[in-house]
């Protein structure tokens, strides 16, 4: 999923200063696809690991979710 978010957040950064409406719109795509993504992942976690490992996995994957938020936004500029 990390390394997702790099890839949209690049796409995004590389449309806003490009213009290209299409890369834009293919950001947002992904981004929605993402969402549904976390929480196919937080299903698993909240199956298969501990009380102590679920708190921790699902701060890192908020913050990565965070990042393809921010990223959307960025593609949403035009």
Do not use: G, H
């Not at 978010?5 to 890369?23: G, H, P, Q, T």
């Not at 549904?36 to 199956?47: A, F, G, Q, V």
């Amino acid at each position: 999923m990390n390394l997702l978010s790099m890839s949209i957040f690049n796409d995004a950064v590389k449309s806003l200063y490009e213009r290209n409406y299409l890369l834009a719109d293919s950001v947002i795509s992904k981004a929605k696809m993402a969402s549904s993504l976390r929480n196919e992942i937080t299903k698993l976690i909240s199956k298969k690991a501990d009380a102590t490992q679920i708190s921790s996995l699902r701060m890192i994957i908020e913050s990565i979710c965070r990042t393809i938020e921010y990223s959307s936004d960025i593609a949403e500029v035009f």
